[in-house]
């Protein structure tokens, strides 16, 4: 229930992300917007951090792979959603992004954590699939998405690529999922900062829609969105953090409908159920699961990280210590 609860507001906050978006391109440049809440969000979660008693994680190692991690899962993917979103609608962005588990699934099969994968939650993963086409509709937008669909498609590998490197790197060793997070929030402002030359120099029209979009885009769906996902890979692994992507199309399109005045049809409301039916399937447990705290990706990514903290520390199973945080 409470991994649940989290999933719902995740979905909540991440999907209407792209309205925000939407809104702060009226006065900033994609790597604008990119920078404010990459910064904004390090700050708000830096705070929480060390008023929580924790700090920022330390050493070489888990740094590398901070550094890494906040290319992929933050700098890269929320340029790529500015750019894209200058020439897509924010529901068509949501719902592009939505192809992030079949990028994670697929990651999966490749690196072998996937080779498990039930028939009743591999189907629900292609009827998800089925729901976003039903909502994207390629046979009538043919030629109409161009180079910014394909900046919102890349940025949805991206996450892919993010979950599945976070699942195996950093979570469940022994660092708090909030440093972490607070970390990779501070790594991708560096990264994004040095990008600025390129094309975030640009003149800004801080108006007040501006101003509020930047804020919530940062607080809530940059900080506390960012941390939420974490806390899904570090309890129920990088597929099922990536399964929220499905629940995007509804949350985006309804928005852009609303407050944006964008299209919905009821192709597009039919396409959204397909995609909640699809989440549904994915999200069932197995019943024969002796560790229902851990899925079999869980249970599998812990026994490869034991295996290569053993090899890197050149101990025996009962001396093997762990990687200096």
Known sequence: MRGGVRLAVLALLWGSTFLWIELALRGLSPLQVTFVRCLLGALVLT???????????????????????????????????????????????????????????????????????????????????????????????????????LAILGAAASYAVAFTYMGRTLVRRGTPTISLSAAQLVAASGLTAVALPVGGLESIDPGPVVVVAALVLSVFCTAITFHLTYRIINDEGATNAAVVGYLLPVVSVLLGAVVLGEGLSARVVLGMAVVLVGVGMTRRKDPTATAPARTGEAQAQAQAQEEEEAQESHASPRSKTRIPQ
């Open 47 to 149: 705070v929480a951090c060390y008023a929580s008693g924790r700090r920022l994680p330390r050493g070489r190692t888990v740094w590398r792979h901070i550094v890494v991690a906040a290319f992929f899962c933050n700098a890269l993917p929320f340029a790529l959603f500015s750019l894209g979103q200058q020439t897509v609608d924010s529901g068509l962005a949501g719902v592009l992004n939505a192809t992030t588990p079949l990028w994670s699934i697929a990651l999966g099969l490749a690196l072998g954590s996937e080779h498990g994968l039930r028939p009743v939650r591999l189907t629900g993963l292609l009827l998800g699939f089925a729901g976003t086409i039903l909502i994207l509709a390629p046979w009538q937008s043919a030629g109409a998405t161009g180079w910014g669909a």
